[in-house]
């Protein structure tokens, strides 16, 4: 048996006892960033995703779509801003962010699953009220210093996830691929960040995992010349870095949507690079893993 063959029945070894200990396991992953644009990266997702499945795996597909939403916008000379890091949505920003989402986005993931031989079903919040949202009251301090409410339009937050929508496409053996798109009581359309309805999905389906795909290798700490970084971190400890400003920027809320999710009841939590092909398998069947992962006590930084 030469090297190269070798290598590759190592490599099988070192999955099998994580391929057994997650068959049957739910796995929630929030799809984004840089992973979603380049080809190649698109593919190495949509072949883990896949795997996962026909391991015995439940893998739950959460996507955002910034870039093509932003696209969309350019093409029909409608501008928008942003409140920070959430897009301002009025009522025809809003019937774009639904169509990229849900009518392009998403059938796109979908299809691309079926092109690797898998099974997938697209779903939006609004199918069968799987996520039911309400308005997201936004707070700022101005220059005064007092405290004022800023209109985000039709952007919502989380009320209730469905689970049994879900579970229910689970058990018909296919991969639910979901736009993170939610209906209000009135039936008003909101768009929710991605990152909070992964975490919220994850939650409801009491998940064993929650994976969110970045551009970027995971947490770090330190100064520029003692840069490291954490390869695992406690809620305590994550609390204690927002604090210090070591966790700062849009790194805040995905971590505490991270957060949300352990103190929830989901066991692990982790931020990994989607810039490197087959992230996901690297994190879930390897012993070393990448990025970070977040649990409820004992990290090791």
Avoid: W
């Amino acid at each position: 048996m030469n090297s190269e063959a070798k290598e590759k029945a190592a490599i099988l070894v070192e999955a099998l006892p994580y391929i057994k200990k997650f068959h049957g396991k739910t796995v929630v992953i929030k799809y984004g960033g840089n992973a979603m644009i380049n080809e190649e990266l698109k593919d190495a997702v949509l072949q883990d995703l896949v795997l996962m499945k026909f391991v015995g795996m439940n893998p739950v597909v959460i996507h955002g779509g910034g870039p093509e939403i932003n696209t969309m916008l350019r093409r029909v000379n409608k501008e928008t801003t942003f409140v920070s890091g959430l897009r301002v949505t009025d009522e025809e920003v809003m019937e774009i962010v639904e169509m990229v989402l849900v009518g392009k986005v998403n059938k796109e993931i979908v299809s691309g699953i079926h092109l690797h031989g898998g099974k997938a079903m697209g779903l939006s919040g609004k199918d069968g009220a799987l996520i039911r949202a309400r308005k997201k009251r936004h707070y700022v301090f101005g220059d005064d210093g007092i405290q004022e409410e800023i209109d985000l339009g039709f952007v919502g937050e989380v009320e209730r996830i469905k689970a049994s929508v879900i579970n229910e496409v689970i058990g018909q053996g296919y991969i639910p691929v979901i736009a993170p798109i939610g209906v209000g009581a009135n039936n008003e359309t909101y768009n929710i960040n991605a990152d909070t309805v992964a975490s919220k999905v994850a939650q409801a389906l009491h998940a064993d995992k929650l994976v969110l795909l970045t551009d970027t290798e995971g947490i770090y700490g330190g100064d520029e010349e003692d840069r490291h970084l954490f390869t695992s971190l406690a809620v305590d400890q994550v609390d204690a870095l927002i604090r210090k400003g070591t966790i700062n920027g849009g790194m805040i809320p995905k971590v505490e949507c991270c957060v949300d999710a352990i103190n929830e009841g989901v066991e692990r939590v982790h931020i990994i690079d989607g810039r490197v092909p087959h992230c996901i398998l690297l994190e879930i069947f390897t012993d070393s893993g990448i990025g970070t992962m977040i649990v409820k006590e004992g990290g090791t930084a």
